[in-house]
């Protein structure tokens, strides 16, 4: 039990079509961050927030975009989505004192 | 830019033996962790590794980091089946984690 919660955990959209997935974090934890993986793969660095305001971006193009809220949940947005979209969306909220990462159960977007 | 290699990719071992996992990063990494993850789950903190030198074990996972030689290891003493899983290394560059490929390990009886 890691304390960040996911929602959806499974989803299928259309391409073109527009997802919205959340994540809750534990109480404390300033840092939120959102990775991508796709299948067979290493999880990829979408981007950061802390403390509401992004502080750092991954190679995403801009239909990726976030936002962070005052009680630690957090959203990410996809617009205009692609098939290539398809993959697990990790949510990871930082424990200050020690730097641990703690990562949510993820999402799991399929895109037809 | 912070680049994280693994090898091996995949590893079968039989029940018993003992085997090594690598992890070489290109820069200079705050610190360095290590994860688990199971087939459609998300990633278990296994490690954090803080400083040259560091070593820390759980259970029959053993990791350690050499900050100089930019190396970090995963070793496995007497694999048991309940090892099987993918594992990653992972750098911290500027606040964001930079994973390895992950090593896909599968203990055989």
């Known amino acids: 039990e890691t304390g960040v919660t996911q929602s959806p955990t499974h989803l299928i959209k259309t391409r073109g079509q527009q997802v919205t997935l959340r994540c809750s974090s534990q109480?404390?934890?300033?840092?939120v961050s959102w990775y991508q993986q796709a299948l067979g793969q290493g999880p990829q660095f979408i981007f950061q927030?802390?403390?509401?305001?992004?502080?750092g971006r991954g190679n995403f193009p801009p239909r990726f975009s976030g936002l962070q809220f005052p009680n630690y949940s957090s959203e990410l947005n996809v617009n205009a989505l692609e098939l290539d979209d398809s993959a697990l969306y990790l949510c990871?909220?930082?424990?200050?004192?020690?730097?641990?990462?703690?990562f949510g159960e993820g999402s799991r977007l399929t895109v037809l | 830019e912070l680049k994280v290699e693994q090898n091996p990719l995949f590893l079968s071992m039989q029940e018993g033996k003992n085997y090594t996992i690598y992890c070489n990063y290109s820069t200079t990494s705050d610190r360095l962790y290590w994860y688990r993850q199971d087939p459609g789950k998300s990633l278990e903190s296994l490690f954090v590794?803080?400083?040259?030198?560091a070593v820390k074990q759980e259970g029959r996972l053993m990791a350690s980091l050499d900050t100089k030689a930019r190396l970090s290891t995963l070793h496995i003493t007497a694999a048991v089946h309940d090892l099987s899983a993918t594992y990653f290394c992972?750098?911290?560059?500027?606040?964001?984690?930079?994973f390895g490929t992950g090593t896909r390990l599968q203990v055989f009886p």
């Open positions: 992972a750098g911290l560059n500027t606040d964001k984690l930079i």
């Open positions: 109480s404390g934890h300033n840092t």
């Open positions: 927030y802390y403390r509401e305001e992004e502080n």
């Open positions: 590794l803080l400083s040259n030198g």
């Open positions: 990871a909220s930082r424990q200050t004192g020690t730097g641990e990462l703690f």
